[in-house]
């Protein structure tokens, strides 16, 4: 099954309902999932398009609120203990934000596929050489390249160093079988979860400027002036029909990815303020390097 990655930024709603975080929750290092069907392979396509280019770099925060400021984590400098986190989550999760947070606060290399691919074109190196033969047939690019720009990415000494944040993907489990083969394997997978109605709702509503780039939503985050609400455009595939496949491909995707990373995954609950969201990944995260703290602690004793 093919999948295709999107370059949309989008923007998080102010949630209808509240969600509670108790940082005295311990959560426990392994979530019970039982295992999943495979599915089948799935390939990377790249849409390009300018103005939703620059809309990846748009960050989206209440008027009213300053953004939220974390102080970045000093790097171990010892590859054996950096961070490495995979992130999943359907579109509309908010996974856009919450890989931007997990960043500025952990200081992990954030390595997205789409955008990878798309760097590797431009620079012409020989996995983009490749990628781009298909691109201009409008083939979707085969999971061999892109696993290898991902593969040579993960092996910089950046990202060896400080640790990686692996952003959608795998998207499959053949993907997901590549990566391990090469030694790729993450300490922890983030699964965000989001209710389908409201991930309708997220996506139906969403428009761009394509004078900015910037996304807007007609509900969560609606245009400054009538100017801007003119000239909105709507993604021709932003409607209730095709999002709903979309999310049917993502959820066969996803679920052959996580019967590899079973004993890993963690489920967060997307369906609140990115700030709610972020604490429950931070909690998460936090106990991940307290235990290796106290492993590494124990060991020297």
């Not at 908010?94 to 947070?101: D, I, P, S, W």
């Not at 979860?193 to 428009?207: T, Y």
């Not at 709903?244 to 967060?268: C, G, P, W, Y």
Request: charged share 25%.
């Amino acid at each position: 099954m093919a999948s295709s990655v999107n370059f949309w930024t989008i923007p998080q709603p102010k949630p209808q309902s509240s969600y509670s975080y108790s940082s005295s929750l311990k959560p426990p290092l392994t979530s019970q999932l039982s295992l999943f069907p495979n599915s089948n392979n799935s390939t990377l396509s790249l849409r390009s398009h300018t103005a939703l280019s620059r809309s990846r770099l748009t960050k989206y925060h209440s008027p009213n609120a300053p953004p939220p400021h974390f102080m970045v984590m000093a790097s171990t400098k010892n590859p054996e203990e950096a961070l490495k986190i995979m992130i999943s989550g359907a579109p509309a999760s908010g996974k856009g934000t919450q890989c931007e947070l997990i960043t500025q606060k952990y200081g992990l290399v954030h390595v997205a596929a789409g955008d990878l691919l798309r760097a590797e074109v431009a620079a012409g190196s020989d996995n983009g050489r490749q990628a781009k033969e298909f691109m201009e047939k409008g083939q979707l690019v085969p999971d061999e390249i892109v696993v290898m720009m991902v593969k040579e990415r993960l092996s910089q000494p950046d990202s060896e160093e400080n640790g990686w944040l692996l952003d959608g993907y795998p998207r499959s489990l053949s993907q997901a079988t590549a990566l391990k083969k090469f030694g790729f394997e993450p300490d922890l997978f983030i699964l965000l979860e989001v209710p389908e109605d409201i991930l309708v709702e997220r996506v139906i509503g969403r428009r761009l400027d394509p004078v900015t780039g910037k996304i807007y939503h007609l509900k969560y985050s609606p245009p400054e002036t009538e100017e801007i609400a003119a000239r909105l455009t709507q993604r021709f595939d932003d409607t209730e029909e095709k999002v709903k496949l979309r999310l049917r491909t993502h959820h066969q995707n996803v679920e052959a990815v996580l019967s590899m990373f079973k004993d890993i995954t963690v489920k967060i609950d997307g369906n609140g303020s990115k700030e709610d969201v972020f604490a429950q990944i931070d909690g998460w995260l936090t106990k991940l390097l307290e235990q290796r703290k106290a492993t590494s602690e124990s060991l020297a004793a």
